[in-house]
């Protein structure tokens, strides 16, 4: 059974960091791509960042790009976000997520495994 597991959420200030990080389990991690995804309230699921199966490429929305940075360790089938320079809209749920579909990974719809989300608040 397929587990993604996220830890690393919490309230901070604005300008402070946060890493993120994601355990997976029970599917073939080194064949998927690997996202993270974001919901505030009352907003829908957004894409914050993805890599790609062996690392070698790294996606960001342009509301990120420049202050988080996505890895993946292929050895712990783990991915990790750090998030620097945080700001108060970057307040919301995180997920991690898998795609094996080698398709778009900015988009929620072709990813196959979700973990529950984790909460980071940035206080301004």
């Known amino acids: 059974q397929a587990q993604v597991v996220e830890s690393g959420g919490g309230l901070v200030q604005a300008g402070g960091s946060l890493t993120l990080s994601c355990a997976t389990s029970?599917?073939?991690?080194?064949?998927?791509?690997m996202g993270w995804f974001r919901q505030a309230p009352g907003k829908e699921r957004e894409f914050v960042a993805a890599?790609?199966?062996?690392?070698?490429?790294?996606y960001y929305a342009d509301s990120v790009k420049g202050r988080f940075t996505i890895s993946r360790d292929n050895a712990k089938d783990t991915v990790t976000l750090q998030m620097n320079s945080l700001k108060p809209e970057d307040t919301a749920v995180y997920y991690c997520a898998g795609n094996s579909r080698r398709t778009s990974v900015t988009v929620p719809e072709e990813y196959d495994y979700w973990g529950q989300g984790t909460q980071v608040t940035v206080s301004s």
């Open positions: 890599i790609s199966w062996s690392g070698s490429r790294t």
């Open positions: 029970g599917f073939r991690f080194r064949s998927h791509a």
